[in-house]
């Protein structure tokens, strides 16, 4: 698999808490791009975490597919134990993952970089996140990030109805506009490099959806 010089980018952002502000909005579009990609693939990826990616050499690189499947949607058995913190509204409730639960999952992660890796709703257990989530309690982000993007994760990556979120592909194009970042190094080939070890050691499922492979965790 592909190395990242820096490690996991939660561990990575929790050493350097004073990164420069267009580090973190690199960081945000280059996951976006990734998740972008591998949505493209038709691949739900179902963990989307800051702890779930890598940063090497000024790159965002997504990891751990070992609960991904194919898309465009996926029911989950409920006595299954996921990531709660970081699940859709309707996952919580319905145990349904798509195109658009990844994106709620990206809106965490974007939330994750803006606070410099924290593990999100601090203060509050995943019980309680469970039922905060499912009454519309969604959190704040940090002072100093830019509203407009604030306000775009709120609306559009955290909306309780999945057809009221952007695509990935609407997030990248909102965030690389409003950024002025175009993409200079092919982000996509790192992902797909990490796709394919994932596949040949057997941690992602090629085809069926029905594939074994749960993690539990908090």
């Given at each position: 698999?592909?190395?990242?010089?820096?490690?996991?980018?939660?561990?990575?952002?929790?050493?350097?808490?004073?990164?420069?502000?267009?580090?973190?909005?690199?960081?945000?579009?280059?996951?976006?791009?990734?998740?972008?990609?591998?949505?493209?693939?038709?691949?739900?990826?179902?963990?989307?975490?800051?702890?779930?990616?890598?940063?090497?050499?000024?790159?965002?690189?997504?990891?751990?597919?070992?609960?991904?499947?194919?898309?465009?949607?996926?029911?989950?058995?409920?006595?299954?134990?996921?990531?709660?913190?970081?699940?859709?509204?309707?996952?919580?409730?319905?145990?349904?993952?798509?195109?658009?639960?990844?994106?709620?999952?990206?809106?965490?992660?974007?939330?994750?970089?803006?606070?410099?890796?924290?593990?999100?709703?601090?203060?509050?257990?995943?019980?309680?996140?469970?039922?905060?989530?499912?009454?519309?309690?969604?959190?704040?982000?940090?002072?100093?990030?830019?509203?407009?993007?604030?306000?775009?994760?709120?609306?559009?990556?955290?909306?309780?109805?999945?057809?009221?979120?952007?695509?990935?592909?609407?997030?990248?194009?909102?965030?690389?506009?409003?950024?002025?970042i175009k993409r200079h190094?092919?982000?996509?080939?790192?992902?797909?490099?990490?796709?394919?070890?994932?596949?040949?050691?057997?941690?992602?499922?090629?085809?069926?959806?029905?594939?074994?492979?749960?993690?539990?965790?908090?």
């Open positions: 698999m592909e190395l990242a010089s820096n490690g996991s980018l939660d561990g990575y952002l929790k050493k350097n808490p004073d990164l420069r502000p267009e580090v973190y909005n690199e960081m945000i579009l280059q996951a976006a791009w990734g998740l972008e990609y591998c949505h493209e693939k038709n691949i739900i990826h179902r963990d989307m975490a800051a702890r779930n990616c890598l940063y090497g050499d000024r790159q965002v690189k997504i990891s751990d597919f070992g609960l991904s499947r194919p898309g465009p949607s996926y029911r989950m058995d409920s006595s299954r134990k996921v990531p709660l913190r970081w699940l859709a509204v309707e996952t919580l409730l319905q145990y349904e993952y798509s195109f658009k639960s990844d994106v709620w999952s990206f809106g965490i992660v974007a939330w994750e970089i803006y606070m410099k890796g924290i593990e999100p709703y601090p203060g509050m257990t995943v019980a309680e996140v469970n039922d905060q989530v499912k009454r519309g309690y969604r959190m704040e982000f940090p002072p100093n990030t830019n509203p407009e993007v604030a306000k775009m994760i709120m609306a559009k990556c955290w909306a309780e109805d999945p057809v009221s979120r952007y695509t990935m592909t609407e997030a990248v194009g909102f965030l690389r506009d409003f950024f002025g190094v092919p982000a996509p080939n790192k992902t797909r490099a990490i796709l394919q070890s994932s596949r040949r050691k057997g941690r992602m499922p090629a085809k069926t959806p029905k594939s074994p492979g749960f993690k539990a965790k908090k």
